[in-house]
């Protein structure tokens, strides 16, 4: 992973309260699956998150902090390849 990509991570690990591992990170390589891995771990513990609105905190990560157009996120973008996050 790349400064941009475990930026990312601190930044989703903060914004939820959840915590991704290193192992579990190397394993979330598209906006779909960070998506369903928040997802996950506010279920886990008891937080139940509308699925739009993790999407739409996502998305504002990705277009404010790393000026990725919004048009470019889908769930299958990956970090590396589709939006140049490294």
């Known amino acids: 992973m790349g400064l941009d990509t475990v930026e990312l991570v601190m930044q989703v690990e903060k914004t939820f309260a959840i915590t991704i591992s290193d192992h579990e990170a190397e394993k979330i390589v598209t ?9 996950q771990a506010t279920d886990a ?7 739009d609105q993790v999407w739409d905190q996502i998305t504002e990560i990705l277009t404010q902090d790393y000026g ?5 996120i889908t769930r299958d973008a990956a970090f590396i390849r589709d939006l140049r996050l490294d």
């Open 45 to 51: 513990d008891g937080r139940a998150l509308d699925s």
């Open 31 to 39: 906006v779909g699956a960070l998506h369903d891995f928040v997802m």
């Open 68 to 72: 990725v157009p919004r048009a470019k």
